[in-house]
């Protein structure tokens, strides 16, 4: 089966933080690299950070410096460390499994068709 699980989410004060966790299973994680999106009230969904091939890290410039991506070992529980949050960061939060571009991270339909629920993260002024 595949599944996908994203929790973490929550009421903060501006300032405070929050830790992100999401799980995907049914394919092995050496097809994939999980991804964290968002998107805003209104908006369109964005990328916000991922793990590159060679490691490294891609973060959306609205959170650098504030927010941190990491992983298991096994590649398949990415977490999202969310520090200094504002309000404009107030969304729902999604993972999903695909690939980390130049450009943030791609989703993969044939891994995962629909986007799941995600989690909600509010922050308050």
């Known amino acids: 089966d595949v599944q996908l699980q994203a929790s973490g989410g929550g009421l903060v004060q501006a300032g405070g933080s929050l830790r992100l966790s999401c799980t995907f299973s049914g394919f092995p994680s050496a097809d994939y690299t999980l991804g964290w999106f968002r998107q805003a009230p209104g908006k369109e969904r964005e990328g916000v950070s991922c793990?590159?091939?060679?490691?490294?890290?891609y973060y959306a410039d609205s959170v650098k410096g504030r927010f941190t991506i990491s992983s298991d070992n096994a590649g398949n529980t990415v977490y999202l460390q969310m520090n200094s949050l504002k309000p404009e960061d107030t969304a729902v939060y999604y993972c999903?499994?695909?690939?980390?571009?130049?450009?943030?991270?791609?989703?993969?339909?044939?891994?995962?068709?629909?986007w799941g629920q995600g989690t909600l993260v509010t922050v308050s002024s």
């Open positions: 999903a499994p695909g690939q980390c571009s130049p450009y943030g991270p791609r989703k993969h339909d044939w891994l995962l068709a629909a």
């Open positions: 793990f590159r091939d060679d490691g490294s890290t």
